[in-house]
């Protein structure tokens, strides 16, 4: 099973301003949609699941109707049956593993790709960095402050003019 994970950033690694607003262009929008397509599941954090239903509720099925897991240890249930709530990484897995899904994005938020970071079950990390600096900000991660990960290789990309795309995989 490969579990990959999207974010965009600002210059300064800052995956939102602090108000939660992700002010990115529509090119980078575009080209996350473009990647999102090609993965039958999502895993997402509860705080973007709900940011995502009250501002675009028809954002997955732009996405073609992906399973989405919900990473959440409070939420009881989500309004769809394709929508399904897990308390972390590890029930994640088994859902997708009993579902036969090979293929997964975790498209955030922070607190989200940080448990999968510490459950070592990112593959590829996909960051689009915008070019935009915000003074404060919610950080690509939140992680504790030992915690450590040096990745095997590093491709670069510009999905749009932009934007460039930096993949980190754990594979050489
Ligand atoms: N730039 C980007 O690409 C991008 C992508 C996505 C989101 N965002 C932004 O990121 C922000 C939200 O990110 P976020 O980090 O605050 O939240 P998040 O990752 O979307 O959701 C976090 C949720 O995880 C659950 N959780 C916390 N600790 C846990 C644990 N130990 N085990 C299992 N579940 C746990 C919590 O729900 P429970 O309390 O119910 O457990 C919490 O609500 C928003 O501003 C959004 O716009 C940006």
């Known amino acids: 099973m490969t579990i990959d994970a999207y974010l965009t950033t600002s210059i300064n690694g800052m995956i939102a301003q602090l108000n939660g607003d992700t002010p990115w262009s529509d090119a980078t929008w575009q080209s996350y949609a473009r990647l999102a397509r090609k993965y039958p599941a999502v895993i997402v954090g509860k705080a973007t699941y709900g940011i995502i239903q009250a501002s675009s509720p028809d954002e997955f099925e732009k996405l073609g109707d992906p399973r989405v897991l919900v990473i959440s240890r409070r939420m009881k249930k989500t309004g769809s049956a394709m929508h399904r709530v897990v308390p972390g990484p590890q029930s994640a897995l088994a859902v997708l593993k009993r ?39 919610i950080p690509l991660v939140d992680l504790p402050a030992s915690w450590k990960r040096t990745y095997a290789s590093v491709r670069v990309s510009q999905p749009s003019s932009k934007v460039a795309r930096v993949t980190y995989s754990k594979a050489a």
């Open 99 to 137: 579902l036969r899904i090979k293929r997964a994005l975790v498209i955030g938020g922070s607190k989200t790709l940080s448990l999968f970071l510490q459950a070592d079950a990112i593959d590829k990390l996909i960051v689009d960095i915008e070019p935009q600096i915000f003074g404060e900000g």
